[in-house]
């Protein structure tokens, strides 16, 4: 057995310290510098040629003995262990940084850096929350040992309770506290959603033009992906429906379609309704910004309307609240509560306690309503001033915008490019999207979908002269 | 066209307001209670006949016009609209409930109610946690506008510059921070991964005994699922992995199996890196306990092994600060950490901020290490005081738990139904795991796999007792 000398060790003995130690012999062994079999030196020589104490040369040589690098030979010290495969050793390390694993893309767009803009959809004005309110609800639950365990499967049951008045109350929704699902935001509760009635192959529908992140959902699951028109102002167009088809699901926006703003009639409701019977497929209604509607109450459900049978119903905190909050619903028959709760924890686990247990004192305590109140006046007045400054200056551009949401479409006809548009709006610090990247069948028309919630007077009166000069420039 | 009085309606006129004039008229319309075309009482006379304001009555005939049950006609009133199809009101409202919509199950377990109970593996002692601290870290951070809005698709970036200083330092691990996504927790890391490594129908391995929770993701993605041996010290055996295969990922715990304990020695680790090299198959190293090893530091990750290729590195902060907070993050190549991130986006979206701004300052801070250092000390006397326990009552027992981790299995030779046994235990409060839900290959031994994290004297000195006399009566 041969004997290696310290210095064949390699090791810089200047302040040399166990960690450094242990990672330095580590490499050694690794990269094959000695022959396995070998012995070290001695712990004492060790110590007395690197000028390190006995002790951490000891734990650095028994963190690579328990490693399996060496094996302590009964009185004669450390042995490099002989079964390390000689072809590890072997190995270029080129080779093996170069190799071709292969990785799953679904279509799905790769993205790792992104901010936020103004007047993106999707964002909400957090300047009007009371964080203060916020803040002392949640110190309140902040130390609660109970919150920081397991959780029931379901959600908080003082969110369920609370989350359950509310929407009887304010969208007729039928269910109870055991048909309720808390998830962290709307997106998990629509893939959830998706699992819970279709496996991979099988077909679902969605709408076009509709929300780019369900379709990326939809893709994930693997599912066999269709699409129905929706653009006009009654959104969602019932007669277009395949009569007979094997759909497992119709994921809709019935409330306020998105990106078009269309609001399904009654009418076209009951249609719906008994097509989703007649073939036996599952509505999923996705109530992402019902709570902003100006002129009345939002419109009953879906789910309401079929008395919960037949409808999922999805919603979320993101809009009401504010998007990093992270916590929305999936409301669904009771005999699929447990089926659904299983997806979840199969995907996720538990939804985090504290922010639900904020959240329903939040509601409990009237604090939602009355800010929902408050935002609705701010929104519609923002909306209404949106839309009449860019009837104003686009009156060639058609304006999709109800009195409803907290976004809006236009439609610029003869424009070419429109996401070339928005990525030159966005040096400019504005975050609207392309109409295109929404529309999934056929040639899309073009345009903007424009977020209202932050958008100020300022904000405006930049934007207008820049997409006048953005416009002219393109055409 | 007919004109129906305030009689036919069936209101009660008695404190009636807007809300509920609203739901009967729409319930009475829904039930066909009057022929469609008819026309209202007008404004006026609904409003003397009931005994309401003028304007209650009005405010509920235009939500029901919002909704498309009624039709203003011009100085007449408001008809009930004639274009709801006949067949909706015809329909027995029976069959409407009772119908055979189908949903997917994966053959994963419903789960509705479930509550956490003494000695349960995957709890951590909370009672040890630094709330005040944690709170105060919170408060910091709790009116931060800028932690409402959306978030970097990765994460949020201190959290992530925190996290890989610390995970290069302790697991040796080879990534930077754009190689790094936060999770709301490891099980979404586990199934992120597996979506991002292979698509419904491709197979992928997992190890027997393990983790029935990743069994249930890989089940949800609709993966083919196959099974490695790894109960012994050393974990899972590399000897048994198929040679030539089309297998598309491992999945695996080589720092501390879950739920057997080996530990996987170097030449082990080295032995698999060459199979998964030549296989092609990635490997995905689930880092769930690996903080808690008593005696050395934590073995070195495969991950770092392999200079970081063909490996993904799952960890969490579950078991390290306590299981409600879900927050965990998964370590991919870097080429492929855009495709992670749009798998997160389309499964769940951003990561809820405020919990990560908190946390990477409590590891910035040097508050981690701190708690880490005193967890282990203090588990290490746990599972000491468990295990000599265990041998000194039940000798006959076969107990698998080295120096590491937060929980032991006791195989029981003879017993026929360790989920029996956990039912009784569960009556008392012990939430202990049959073993047998562990295994997935053959005919499964029988045994608990018990939490050590709140295993007081006063627990122990109930459960031995309990635990002898339930297994004279099973035996």
Chains 1, 2 share one sequence.
């Not at 909400?124 to 009371?130: A, G």
């Not at 028109?229 to 167009?237: F, K, Q, V």
């Not at 009639?265 to 019977?277: F, G, S, V």
């Amino acid at each position: 057995m041969q004997r290696l000398s310290t210095d064949a060790l390699n090791l810089d003995g200047q302040g040399e310290l166990y960690k450094q130690l242990y990672l330095s012999l580590r490499q050694q062994i690794l990269s094959a510098r000695w022959s396995t079999g070998a012995l070290l030196p001695s712990e004492r020589q060790l110590a007395a040629d690197l000028n390190l104490s006995r002790s951490t040369v000891q734990q650095a040589l028994q963190q690579l003995v328990a490693e399996g690098y060496l094996q302590p030979q009964q009185g004669r010290g450390y042995q490099i262990v002989n079964t390390l495969p000689d072809n590890f050793f072997a190995a270029d390390t080129k080779s093996l940084h170069s190799s071709n694993w292969q990785a799953q893309d679904y279509g799905l767009t790769a993205k790792t850096m992104s901010h936020s803009g103004r007047l993106q959809p999707g964002l909400t004005q957090v300047q009007q929350f009371p964080f203060q309110l916020w803040q002392k609800l949640q110190q309140r639950h902040s130390n609660r040992v109970a919150l920081c365990g397991m959780a029931d499967p379901l959600g908080y049951l003082p969110l369920r309770h609370a989350l359950v008045q509310y929407l009887r109350q304010s969208r007729q929704l039928v269910c109870d506290e055991n048909a309720i699902l808390i998830t962290a935001g709307a997106q998990q509760a629509l893939f959830i959603a998706a699992k819970l009635v279709a496996c991979s192959g099988q077909q679902v529908l969605m709408e076009s033009p509709g929300y780019p992140r369900l379709k990326h959902a939809l893709q994930l699951a693997e599912l066999n992906l269709g699409f129905i028109p929706a653009a006009g102002t009654n959104g969602l167009n019932p007669d277009l429906l395949p009569p007979n088809s094997d759909v497992k699901a119709l994921f809709l926006t019935p409330s306020h379609q998105y990106p078009c703003g269309g609001i399904m009639p009654l009418t076209e409701r009951l249609r719906l309704l008994n097509w989703a019977q007649a073939t036996q497929c599952w509505l999923i209604e996705d109530d992402y910004d019902s709570e902003f509607q100006y002129l009345h109450r939002p419109i009953a459900s879906l789910q309401g309307l079929a008395g919960g049978k037949g409808v999922l119903f999805a919603g979320s905190f993101s809009k009401t609240l504010f998007p990093a909050l992270r916590l929305g619903y999936l409301v669904v028959p009771p005999e699929l509560a447990g089926k659904a709760s299983a997806i979840q924890q199969a995907l996720h686990g538990d939804v985090a306690l504290l922010p639900q247990a904020v959240l329903a004192d939040f509601i409990g305590e009237g604090h939602f309503n009355r800010h929902l109140r408050k935002m609705r006046r701010y929104y519609q007045q923002q909306k209404q001033q949106v839309v009449s400054l860019l009837q104003q200056h686009f009156p060639q551009n058609r304006i999709l915008a109800q009195a409803a949401g907290l976004h809006l479409t236009m439609l610029i006809p003869g424009l070419k490019d429109d996401a070339a548009l928005c990525q030159q709006l966005n040096f400019h610090g504005f975050k609207l999207q392309p109409f295109s990247r929404y529309c999934f069948l056929n040639e899309p028309e073009r345009g903007l979908v424009i977020g209202i919630a932050d958008a100020d007077e300022g904000r405006l009166s930049q934007l207008i002269p820049l997409l006048q000069s953005l416009l002219t420039k393109l055409d």
